[in-house]
């Protein structure tokens, strides 16, 4: 990580994570709820983690940015994601952003972040919304091509479009949005980078995606997640493939690691793999930020 200073700390952690499960209203968020995240992190060998709660979960983000699916030609999916939205805007980002201050100041081991989906042509709107917040890390995130949410797997219009849609056009759909995302600058790490491949369906010669992926970051400055989420899903690997990490580290694209949990016996999950599959694609260094400044945490 010659691109910033380098700290020695000696620390494992989990930059993804979320207070609530996706279908679930949220709640406020308690002192003793992250201070059980920081525990069941601690049991595994974590010593800091990040909460990234979804940008969409919050009030704010719909005053600014509901409707943004109207684009969509397709009424199926259309309406699919606008009741997708309803279901989970019901948090205000500044009670969020108070309860993870408090943590910090009560002495807990957290991070104050964010999971940004992208939003086409909307990104000027999502750094305005953010802008002045405390943050020390955004993650950037693809979770929709167009109005198709094609990681909601237990959704049958979601699914019925993995029917309709070449394997081909759905990366190729997913990695003009990554670019985009990269290229605005907006989010600092790059969440589970190969996300398509969520539902097992997979390119059978997945190189060009790969390397526009892997240029994206680099050319971004932006870091990337490896995350153990992938082995909850049919996908059944880590996010990235051993392929496209070895893309990252050839053109020295610092990594953070990550376990997006959505309810705590999921924090830190597999956390000492991660770490073993960080050191086979010969990384010696984890991205860390404070204030949303890199640094170099050994591994």
Known sequence: MSRRHAVPFDTVLDYHLHLWPHGTRASQPTLEQLAAYCERAAQAGVTEIALTEHLYRFRQADAALRGWWD???????????KGYWDDHV?????????AVLEAKAAGLPVLLGLEVDHYAGRMDEVARLLAGYPFDVLLGSVHWIGAWGFDILEDPVVLAEWDNRSIESTWDGYTDALEELAGSGVCDVLAHPDLPKV?????A?????YERMAEAAASSGMAAEVSSAGWRKPAAEAYPAPALLARFHKRDVPITTASDAHDLPDVAARAVELRVM???????WLAGYRDRRRHAVAL
């Open 278 to 284: 960080l050191a086979d694609a010969g990384y010696e």
């Open 71 to 81: 684009d969509e030609p397709d009424l199926a999916l259309r309406a699919q994601m």
């Open 90 to 98: 019901s948090a205000d980002l500044d009670d969020y952003v108070e």
């Open 199 to 203: 539902s097992g369906r997979r390119p």
């Open 205 to 209: 010669v997945p190189d060009e995606w």
